[in-house]
């Protein structure tokens, strides 16, 4: 199984900061990465996909990067929306797995 | 607009099973295109792919390994649906379930998932 691993656990920031979120695969994954943001008592919800590609409907200020074995999800300009959990997951081989999530809060 | 809806007994017993139903609006289970998938969410384990099932010219599943022994999702075609049904249940099979779609074959993202179902194994 490909383990996936996010750093920071948790992060606090400002509204209109930037925020990075880092994803880590155990074994390559080429572009097969994706994002989802889970608000409380909520599903999660795509963000991004393939790496890179916008879920239609999802702000521009959301953004991903990164690749084998090395991804990002940054946030351009902090709203007080975005306070939720962030998960990654890979999409390259059998059993799909996901992270362990980022906690963001907005002060 | 795809929408996904749990269905199922909240509290199952230890030993026994676990049987969730998902009912899908928008789309076709026997779609061409799309996988349909079970997924959950504890505190100890974080989000979990549990299997899945999806047609292309015969019906296919598969399952996380650590669960096969115990595990079957099958589709309904004429209640547009898919079931999860999970054996011999103990307290770790505890979790918020939810069903999803894979709308791109290729890229295996999740794009539409269902609200979730807390189930709790207990006696």
């Known amino acids: 199984d490909i383990q996936m691993t996010q750093s920071p656990p948790s992060l606090s920031a400002s509204v209109g900061d930037r925020v990075v979120i880092t994803c880590r695969a155990s074994q390559y994954t080429d572009i097969y990465l994706n994002w989802y943001q889970q608000k409380p008592g909520k599903a999660p919800e795509l963000l991004i996909y393939?790496?890179?590609r916008l879920q239609s409907g999802v702000p521009p200020r959301f953004s991903g990067g990164g690749s084998d074995t090395h991804f990002t999800l940054t946030i351009s300009s902090l709203q007080p929306q975005d306070s939720a959990t962030y998960y990654c997951q890979q999409s390259y081989s059998s059993p799909l797995t996901f992270g362990p999530g980022t906690k963001v809060e907005v002060k | 607009q795809v929408q996904l809806q749990e269905s199922g007994p909240g509290l199952v017993k230890p030993s026994q099973t676990l049987s969730l139903t998902c009912a899908i609006s928008?789309?076709?289970?026997?779609?061409?295109?799309?996988?349909w998938n079970w997924i959950r969410q504890s505190p100890s384990r974080g989000l979990e792919w549990l299997g899945r099932?999806?047609?292309?010219?015969?019906?296919?599943?598969d399952y996380a390994v650590s669960l096969e022994s115990r595990i079957i999702i099958n589709a309904d075609t004429s209640m547009n649906q898919f079931s999860l049904q999970l054996n011999s249940v103990t307290p770790e099979d505890t979790a918020i379930y939810y069903c999803a779609r894979v709308g791109h074959f290729g890229l295996f993202y999740f794009d539409y998932w269902g609200q979730g179902t807390l189930v709790t194994v207990s006696s």
């Open positions: 928008g789309d076709s289970v026997s779609s061409n295109n799309a996988a």
């Open positions: 099932t999806y047609y292309r010219s015969k019906w296919y599943s």
């Open positions: 393939a790496t890179t």
